[in-house]
């Protein structure tokens, strides 16, 4: 069964601590993830993607086949920050071909001065 | 002014009234997605459609209903059937270029009296 997983619902850390929200995936196909992001009074929008191995706002996630996992992770977490974040991951229809995402429950980052 | 908007911001319903939930996009893409996302279940996925005329259910199209007969726009229509519509409604879509990364609107809050 195709399922994204975030175990924590709250998380809170004082500012400048590190910070890691878990996701775990469970796919059998090739995944492709994502990490998006819900800032107070803002839309949901694109944080980043697992295939462009990039850094944004210093967030980075590494997918580990192995763990299924992709975690987000940013080493010093500052209050803006303060969010809620959905891990997401791609998957193909085998009766369409039509691409859809599917989100996990998300988890809502609390960053404590 | 580019973006994906959905109208109206707060809708009331009765029990057993049908209603229709706006979302209109100026980005020229191609896909366009209906999410429900209620606490702590992140977002569902109702309804998507790839292109004009076409359409398939997702994970929890039962009690929806949805059209797309213009490139632009994808409205929802949450029926007497669906027994629990008092949720948060989000629209998305995405061009064929970066399918990848979806863009949300603002959200309805349908809340059934």
């Given at each position: 069964?195709?399922?994204?997983?975030?175990?924590?619902?709250l998380?809170?850390?004082?500012?400048?601590?590190?910070?890691?929200?878990?996701?775990?995936?469970?796919?059998?196909?090739?995944?492709?993830?994502?990490?998006?992001?819900?800032?107070?009074?803002q839309?949901?929008?694109?944080?980043?993607?697992?295939?462009?191995?990039?850094s944004?706002?210093?967030?980075?996630?590494?997918?580990n086949?192995?763990?299924?996992?992709?975690?987000?992770?940013?080493?010093?977490?500052?209050?803006e920050?303060?969010a809620?974040?959905?891990?997401?991951?791609?998957?193909?229809?085998?009766?369409?071909?039509?691409?859809?995402?599917?989100?996990?429950?998300?988890?809502s980052?609390?960053?404590?001065? | 002014?580019?973006?994906?908007?959905?109208s109206?911001?707060?809708?009331?319903?009765?029990?057993?009234?049908n209603?229709?939930?706006?979302?209109e996009?100026?980005?020229?893409?191609?896909?366009?997605y209906?999410?429900?996302?209620?606490p702590g279940?992140?977002?569902?996925?109702?309804?998507?459609?790839?292109?004009?005329?076409?359409?398939?259910?997702?994970?929890?199209?039962?009690?929806y209903?949805?059209?797309?007969?213009?490139?632009e726009?994808?409205?929802?229509t949450?029926?007497?059937?669906?027994?629990?519509?008092?949720?948060f409604?989000?629209?998305?879509?995405?061009?064929q270029?970066?399918?990848?990364?979806?863009f949300?609107?603002p959200g309805?809050?349908?809340?059934v009296?």
């Amino acid at each position: 069964a195709q399922r994204v997983t975030q175990p924590e619902k709250l998380l809170s850390v004082f500012k400048g601590a590190p910070v890691e929200l878990k996701c775990n995936y469970s796919y059998s196909g090739s995944p492709e993830l994502f990490w998006y992001v819900q800032y107070s009074r803002q839309r949901l929008q694109l944080l980043l993607r697992h295939i462009s191995r990039e850094s944004i706002k210093g967030f980075t996630a590494d997918l580990n086949k192995g763990e299924t996992s992709f975690h987000l992770k940013k080493p010093f977490a500052q209050e803006e920050d303060s969010a809620m974040y959905y891990c997401a991951l791609r998957v193909g229809s085998a009766k369409t071909s039509y691409d859809k995402v599917i989100f996990g429950p998300g988890t809502s980052l609390s960053v404590i001065p | 002014d580019g973006g994906i908007t959905q109208s109206p911001k707060y809708l009331f319903r009765k029990e057993g009234q049908n209603v229709t939930l706006s979302c209109e996009q100026n980005l020229n893409h191609d896909a366009m997605y209906w999410y429900r996302q209620d606490p702590g279940q992140g977002l569902r996925l109702i309804y998507y459609s790839q292109i004009v005329n076409d359409f398939q259910k997702g994970d929890i199209a039962e009690g929806y209903s949805v059209s797309r007969e213009k490139k632009e726009s994808f409205p929802l229509t949450v029926t007497s059937a669906q027994k629990n519509p008092t949720a948060f409604y989000l629209c998305a879509s995405t061009s064929q270029v970066r399918v990848d990364e979806q863009f949300f609107g603002p959200g309805t809050r349908l809340t059934v009296l």
